[in-house]
Antibody, heavy 121, light 110 residues
Framework: QLQLQESGPGLVKPSETLSLTCSVSGVSIISRSYCWGWIRQPPGKGLEWIGSLDYSGGTYYNPSLRSRVTISGDTSKNQFSLKLRSVTAADTAVYYC?????????????WGQGTLVTVSS | QSVLTQPPSASGTPGQRVTISCSGGTSNIGSNYVYWYQQLPGTAPKLLIYRNNQRPSGVPDRFSGSKSGTSASLAISGLRSEDEADYYCAAWDDSLSGVVFGGGTKLTVL
């Protein structure tokens, strides 16, 4: 059964880099059928796509975050990671990782349980 | 402000049929599939409808999706108290080269 689990620090200081990892079990992240994405949700607000990684290492980023985001994969650990640089309080959110289908990046299924990251000094 | 526009709230009584709209443009809904997600309180979103009107296995047939032009709708028939949740639409946007979400609709079962 496919499962995704986010992990990383729950508190990040302003101007520093937010780093999260999504551990995937049940399917290989280099499967040609799938892509792997990050989505965030500020407290009390809606969903925002951050970016996605495909099986070959190709990346797709939200234009509004592109200059600060890097998504990469570690095939040896079957994990993929998010790095968001120069964070501010506006980056405080629950961060979700999710699988999508290659060619249908908007189809996220399943999702991880999410992890809250607070940006504060 | 979201690229896809949803009403912030909707409501209905048990047994009723409710619809939630999602309005976009030619670069997103008008030329790509629409997806719907259900987010129960305190939980991660769950895929409810894919490719405009397809239900993943396990999703009751009370939930249905449709698309016309640059708008889409989610219909819930036979409303139940457990349907109380936030609902989001999503689509790929060719102009932005990215995934866009609606702002979400909070459904209340009265």
């Amino acid at each position: 059964q496919l499962q995704l689990q986010e992990s990383g620090p729950g508190l990040v200081k302003p101007s520093e880099t937010l780093s999260l990892t999504c551990s995937v079990s049940g399917v290989s992240i280099i499967s040609r059928s799938y892509c792997w994405g990050w989505i965030r949700q500020p407290p009390g607000k809606g969903l925002e796509w951050i970016g996605s990684l495909d099986y070959s290492g190709g990346t797709y980023y939200n234009p509004s975050l592109r200059s600060r985001v890097t998504i990469s994969g570690d095939t040896s650990k079957n994990q993929f990671s998010l790095k968001l640089r120069s964070v501010t309080a506006a980056d405080t959110a629950v961060y979700y990782c999710a699988r999508s289908s290659f060619g249908e990046l908007s189809q996220f299924d399943p999702w991880g349980q999410g992890t809250l990251v607070t940006v504060s000094s | 402000q979201s690229v896809l526009t949803q009403p912030p709230s909707a409501s209905g009584t048990p047994g009723q049929r409710v619809t939630i709209s999602c309005s976009g443009g030619t670069s997103n809904i008008g030329s790509n599939y629409v997806y719907w997600y259900q987010q129960l309180p305190g939980t991660a979103p769950k895929l409810l409808i894919y490719r405009n009107n397809q239900r993943p296995s396990g999703v009751p047939d009370r939930f249905s999706g449709s698309k016309s032009g640059t708008s889409a709708s989610l219909a819930i028939s036979g409303l139940r108290s457990e349907d109380e949740a936030d609902y989001y639409c999503a689509a790929w946007d060719d102009s932005l080269s990215g995934v866009v979400f609606g702002g979400g609709t909070k459904l209340t079962v009265l």
